[in-house]
């Protein structure tokens, strides 16, 4: 009996269809194990993410009351009411995550307890520096409460990720496995299915030849208006991406300074206690490494901060107002020299024009140029720092002069770039980013900034800000 094309095509099919049952069965069960690996393995890492985030808004919670504290500036209290906001939310979303180890659960609930002594201990020091002054709340923290706070909420945290830590590493262990059978089913699967679609093609060669040139002009027709389509369609969605990109740049730079912040501090954290806990059992080379990897891991946290103020600039509305510049500026001083007491330090201060513009980033400008005077004359004897204003034409021109390790003016061009120094980091510390900020902050109020010096004679500084 001759088997016609047509009842070899539906018989082949029924095979095909037979295996893939068969087949699909088996990856099935395989993916199965495969997802649940996976589910665990993403459950560890957001246990491990949520506590460096809870260990993120805690340094917050620190750095905004003592900046408070050493300023009185009420703008340093935005990541302490953003904290207070968020924190315990974080701490329960973690206690949920941790509900089927009681281990873990008991150490969340300490977070959770120290955390809210540590919140009200900066509260106390902000209202003690509100209403009594900085004496008493410097008096408040000195007592070391919330250091000790602080140290116990970091310990318990960092316990919590050194266990989910070593958990993480038996479920990718576990979802490798699952992995590894999973591809060796899948290649199983190609080869079977490559075998039965040959037959499947050469079963049905014959009936397709005269059908052919009619099919491959109608593929041919769509598969053109399919491409017209596409290629129309990729032109606009490039032209949407164009017109948005400049508008995520700024976001970019900052949503990659910001997130790098968590895993930052979990290498500090990780790096500080392999030192406490084994630094005694090291040589001096590995304890040497480890000071290292403290140190720089400390330099980047300085430098996200630095790129996270440099992002935030190019979206912020300027608050025009006008600027005491001698009273800002004389209390700047006072609170560097203050923070300077090993250091012979002279401020003279001329009489300074006042200005419109935003007060507080204004403020962070001077900040940047003064620290910078401070920085580089600290290799002298004595540091001076002459700092006066002069009004020409249309505009008002400040400049501070410092008698420190100057510049080269063959690279004056480069001082106001991102990451351009012109001295090293054995020398003078810094990320590289504090004049390119305070560059930016003047040139969005319609100013400009440029810098004179002579190699180990000391520079000047100088920035415009329109008159009106």
């Known amino acids: 009996m001759k088997i016609s094309i047509r009842q070899k095509l539906v018989l082949l099919s029924f095979i095909i269809l037979s295996g893939n049952g068969f087949i699909g069965y088996a990856i099935y069960n395989s993916n199965q194990k495969h997802v649940e690996a996976q589910e665990w393995v993403q459950h560890t890492e957001q246990v491990i993410n949520q506590s460096a985030n809870i260990l993120s808004l805690g340094k917050d919670i620190e750095t905004a009351s003592r900046g408070f504290v050493i300023t009185n500036d009420s703008a340093f209290l935005e990541p302490l009411f953003a904290a207070e906001k968020t924190i315990f939310t974080y701490i329960g979303q973690l206690r949920r995550l941790t509900q089927d180890n009681p281990v873990q659960q008991q150490r969340v609930d300490s977070v959770n307890f120290y955390m809210r002594k540590r919140l009200d ?45 070593t958990l993480l590493e038996q479920r990718k262990q576990m979802d490798e496995r699952s992995a590894a059978a999973f591809n060796r089913i899948s290649a199983a699967i190609f080869i079977l299915m490559t075998l039965f679609t040959i037959l499947l093609l050469v079963a049905t060669g014959n009936y397709l030849v005269q059908n052919k040139e009619k099919e491959k002009r109608a593929g041919e027709l769509i598969i053109a208006n399919e491409e017209l389509a596409f290629n129309n369609e990729e032109k606009e969605k490039r032209a949407a991406e164009l017109i948005i990109a400049n508008r995520e740049l700024e976001s970019f730079s900052y949503s990659v300074s910001h997130d790098l912040r968590a895993p930052l501090r979990a290498v500090h954290g990780y790096a500080r206690i392999l030192k406490e806990d084994y630094g005694a059992k090291l040589d001096p080379e590995a304890n040497r490494v480890m000071n290292n990897i403290m140190g720089n891991a400390k330099k980047m946290g300085q430098l996200l901060d630095d790129l996270l103020t440099f992002s935030r600039l190019g979206r912020k509305e300027l608050v025009r107002v006008k600027i005491p510049m001698n009273a800002m500026v004389a209390n700047l001083c006072n609170e560097i020299k203050n923070g300077q007491l090993n250091r012979k330090i002279e401020f003279k201060i001329n009489d300074l024009q006042p200005a419109r513009g935003d007060a507080v980033i204004i403020k962070q400008a001077w900040v940047n140029l003064i620290s910078n005077a401070v920085k580089y004359s600290k290799l002298k004897e004595e540091t001076i720092i002459e700092i006066g204003s002069e009004v020409t034409g249309d505009e008002i021109i400040y400049a501070i002069k410092d008698n420190g390790a100057g510049f080269d003016m063959r690279y004056a061009s480069k001082l106001f770039g991102v990451f351009q120094r012109l001295h090293s980091d054995e020398q003078f510390e810094g990320t590289g980013v504090g004049l390119a900020i305070v560059h930016r902050i003047i040139s969005k109020h319609g100013g400009r900034v440029w810098a004179e010096g002579k190699v180990n004679e000391g520079a000047i500084f100088h920035f415009s800000l329109p008159k009106n």
């Open 121 to 165: 201990f900066s509260f106390k020091n902000v209202e003690l520096r509100s209403k009594q002054g900085l004496a008493s709340a410097i008096a408040n923290t000195a007592t070391k409460q919330g250091k000790h706070y602080s140290d116990r909420m970091r310990q318990i945290t960092n316990a919590i990720q050194l266990e989910e830590t």
